[in-house]
């Protein structure tokens, strides 16, 4: 369960924003997203190769 406090005198969207940057870092969306649908792992170890790639060719171009 996420908590967060409010402080005296913050304003309610700091506060909803503060508590959707702490959702997001827990990945809960992303394996519920994840779940739905099965995946078989070569599958998944292929899509983990594919996006290393991607990153690597990304970084060759902006050096």
């Known amino acids: ?3 967060i406090n ?3 005198g913050e304003s309610l969207d700091k506060a909803l924003k503060r508590f959707k940057k702490k959702f997001e ?3 809960v969306l ?3 997203r994840s779940r739905q649908a099965y995946e078989k ?3 998944t ?3 983990v190769v594919k ?3 991607y990153k690597q060719g990304m970084n ?3 050096v």
Do not use: F, Y
């Open 60 to 62: 060759i171009e902006t």
């Open 1 to 3: 369960m996420i908590i």
């Open 45 to 47: 170890r292929r899509n």
């Open 6 to 8: 409010v402080k005296d």
């Open 30 to 32: 992303r394996e519920l």
């Open 25 to 27: 870092k827990t990945g």
């Open 51 to 53: 996006h290393a790639i």
């Open 41 to 43: 792992k070569s599958v």
